[in-house]
């Protein structure tokens, strides 16, 4: 087939305040959950569950110190103060999108505060500008697994309804300030991933209760909270910025079987059927029955109160956004199989398919796939706003970076996205993810590299911070300057 994408398709790349700004502590920003994601170097880096968490006593000692060495993401990568020279990177490359969050912190540094920080307003608005001045369409996440930790330390995150009302606020100040620069909005990132790392989705710390089913009904109230919170976001937006668009971002986890044996299909269904879950609330606008019968089985009291159900009806979102990575398998003799992991979910491993050195599967049809289901299922427009693959990337003696490995990984996801299109998907736009090096959400490293831009730093902060193009920075311009049209050309 002739590979096609269609007119005003929105090339672009994907990042997250949390990750690249640093500055954590300046211009009046108050601490976030993820100032308190500490560098494990000592964890192995597939063990995902021991790198996410982050206990009682793991804020306390967070909070006691200054230090950004263990604490990379207090640093990021300075785009706080590199953002103009790295927008003009990516308007190199011909992007047409950036997608990029709001540090809450920023604008409401406890996130109860009777007004917002207009230091922080000003910055987003001078980003915005900026991108515009290089023709770039922002798409910007609400909530990008920041949220203050005052609100996790003095409401115990989003398990009190109160925050629903502060996270309102935040997002109509948002929307105000910045209706006329940005058209593209979506609430919080992963919504999905409450359970993979309840701390930094939602800020519930689980030691805080007495046993895990607490703690998982706390999570299922936490997440209805955001839930409720994310339908208001699209009500106010629709009011406030006439013609914007809202979308939902979850993570897109495609489950296989391992076998045509039935027990096996079951099991992928049921992983398949809970990830759709999140999406069938933001985009049908209830609860699946299944989840409510979930609920009543294991007598779980979630508080949802009167005209939750009628806001989640009427408030449903315009678009779905998703990130994918990887694909995983399930079995019913999974105890045997050797294990694989990725972004916290661990399954069966696939003999089919190339493992990253993280652990990732590396799957370009099960993206197609994806496409095909979501679109088949909801009818509504898509977008892909995270997907890479993270790797060890050598500096050659000549300054060069040859991460052809990088190409060969987004030549052949472009791919099996232009063949979903030509089966019928409706697929707006696709955006990389860290299209900039950036410390990395799991890990918090900086050696597992993303971007098409290099960025001259180490696990602990050490270097430069000089930014450098790497091959697949003049490959990815020329898909965008040709539509895509390039990857006929090479094949």
Known sequence: MTIQFPKGFLWGGAIAANQCEGAWNLDGKGMSVADVASYKPHVDVKDYKSQWHTGPEDIKIAMETQDDTYYPKRRGIDFYHHYKE??????EMGFKTLRVSIAWTRIF???????????????YEDLFKTLRAHNIEPLVTLSHYEM????????????SREVVDMFVKFAKVCFDRYKDLVKYWLTFNEIDSVFRHPFTTVGV???????KDKAEEAIYQALHHQFVASALAVKYGHEIIPGSQIGCMVTKTLTYPETCNPEDIYLAQKDNRMNFFYTDVQVLGEYPLFIKQYFKKRNFDIK??????EILKLHTVDFISFSYYMSMVQSIHAAQREKVGGNLVTGVKNPYLPTSEWGWQVDPVGLRIS????????????????NGIGAYDKVEEDGSIQDDYRIEYFRNHF?????AIDEGVECMGYTSWACIDIVSASTSQMSKRY???YVDADDLGNGTYERKKKKSFDWYKKVIETNGDYLNEEA
């Open 86 to 91: 790295d927008i003009a990177l990516f308007g």
């Open 109 to 123: 540094p406890n996130g109860d505060e009777a007004e917002p920080n207009e230091a922080g307003l000003a910055y």
């Open 148 to 159: 203050p930790l005052y609100l996790v330390n003095e409401f115990d995150g989003w398990v």
């Open 205 to 211: 710390v689980e030691e805080k209760y007495e046993n």
């Open 304 to 309: 949802m109160i009167e005209g939750d159900a």
């Open 371 to 386: 496409l095909i289901d979501l679109y088949d299922r909801y009818h509504k427009p898509l977008w892909i706003v995270e």
């Open 415 to 419: 791919i099996e996205i232009a063949k």
């Open 451 to 453: 971007g098409f831009i």
